[in-house]
């Protein structure tokens, strides 16, 4: 694996830290429920949120482990509506009003991060579309000389 200069980590974190602002205000906007009082309690809050999610939320994933496999995954909805909850308790000008707020902010959260992460080529997410095409099988001949099978 090849290190990266210490501009380059500085530029993929802003930028993640900036996409992650990027959904959690507009889940601000759409869910009725999350709400902020000040541009700093927003940035602080994405920042906060970004933090839990790097080193919180793996160990609760490994933690809710079989919950995850039951739930086919869905279950990472839950744990990202607890995070979001955990942020509006820590940070003062950033609101949730309750669980529901906060699973489909969560929601909001994780569709945007994914659509803007594939835009700017920042996190993990890579969505690839491959046109192939069958090759062609030559003609089949007919002429009554088959296999022949002895018994």
Do not use: C
Not at 7 to 22: A, E
Not at 42 to 58: E, K, Q
Not at 118 to 145: A, L, W
């Amino acid at each position: 694996m090849e290190e990266k200069k210490p501009q380059s980590q500085w530029k993929t974190h802003l930028q993640r830290w900036t996409v992650n602002t990027l959904a959690v205000l507009i889940a601000s906007n759409v869910v009725k429920g999350i709400e902020y009082d000040t541009v700093e309690g927003l940035l602080v809050a994405s920042l906060l949120l970004g933090m839990l999610n790097t080193f919180l939320r793996p160990v609760l994933l490994l933690l809710s482990l079989p919950l995850l496999i039951l739930s086919l995954g869905l279950f990472i909805l839950v744990i990202n509506a607890l995070l979001l909850l955990f942020v509006s308790w820590l940070v003062e000008p950033f609101r949730v009003d309750g669980f529901g707020p906060a699973f489909w902010g969560a929601l909001i959260i994780s569709l945007v991060s994914l659509i803007a992460n594939i835009f700017t080529g920042t996190g993990d997410s890579r969505v690839s579309f491959r046109r192939t095409r069958k090759k062609p099988q030559p003609p089949q001949r007919d002429d009554g000389q088959g296999p022949i099978i002895d018994v």
